[in-house]
């Protein structure tokens, strides 16, 4: 019998309790043990594989923990060239699309502001040098962009959710521009990510609480997520980042369409 099934024959009191525990296990361990390595790392290089590392690891732990299972379709993982950034941009319908991005790209989220304070998960953002905005303060905003360009053009990998709030269904909202303000005139490939998770799962994060999503998703059986990405392309010399997040928008559409497929065929 398969752990989903074990899982689903469970009282959801007892699947939530385990689920906590674990989430608690995996990042208490993981982040004085990340903290350690990034120490004694001496050069910037060797920090930043560290780190990639351990947000990689940290993301994975979350998606067994939670009973999450990606599959992925079409080109990710590792950069191969760290002279030019990448920028990952997909749809977003859960909280867990931030470990399902940080284990497939690694590299640094955006985020909105007050997760930095959430118990544990704050801890955990920090470390990992997520990229807060407050989204309602415009001087948050300019210093966010900044913060993007200046790590893109490091070679980073900037993972980010375009709509700017999650939603309920598979429509692509339009996205906002800022991320690509900070692509413009520099060597950056953008990669379109589309997410579509199995009908029925209730992974949503809508109209709710943050609070009563988790302990919704850590009461559930589980989950499979359909992730397609898309062909990486260049931010071209001349274009307006509306253009250009036009262009991304209707790319992860296409892609979520395809995801839905997916994963519907694999329920």
Request: charged share 25%; with cysteine.
């Amino acid at each position: 019998m398969s752990v989903r099934k074990v899982v689903t024959h469970l009282p959801p009191s007892v699947i939530r309790a385990a689920r906590v525990a674990g989430f608690v296990g995996v990042t208490a361990v993981l982040l004085p043990t990340y903290a350690l390595r990034d120490e004694l790392a001496k050069r910037g290089s060797e920090r930043d594989a560290v780190r990639d590392r351990w947000t990689r690891r940290w993301a994975d732990g979350l998606l067994r923990v939670f009973g999450i299972h990606v599959e992925r379709e079409g080109r990710g993982g590792h950069a191969s060239d760290r002279s030019r950034g990448r920028l990952v941009v997909s749809n977003h319908r859960s909280a867990i699309d931030v470990a399902v991005m940080l284990g497939t790209f690694g590299g640094f989220m955006v985020s909105r502001a007050d997760l930095s304070k959430w118990p544990l998960v704050g801890a955990a953002a920090r470390l990992s040098g997520t990229i807060f905005v407050d989204r309602n303060d415009k001087h948050s905003g300019a210093a966010t962009i900044r913060h993007i360009r200046e790590s893109l053009s490091q070679g980073n990998t900037i993972c980010i959710f375009p709509e700017g709030t999650t939603f309920d269904g598979d429509e692509v909202r339009p996205f906002q521009v800022g991320a690509f303000l900070a692509a413009l005139h520099q060597p950056v490939d953008i990669i379109p990510v589309g997410l579509a998770y199995e009908s029925g799962s209730g992974a949503a994060f809508f109209k709710e609480t943050f609070v009563q999503h988790l302990s919704r998703m850590a009461s559930s059986p589980g989950a499979r997520v359909s992730m397609v990405i898309g062909e990486p392309f260049a931010v071209p010399e001349k274009v307006r980042a509306q253009a250009l997040a036009d262009e991304a928008r209707n790319k992860v559409s296409a892609l979520v369409k395809i995801a839905r497929q997916r994963v519907d065929h694999l329920a």
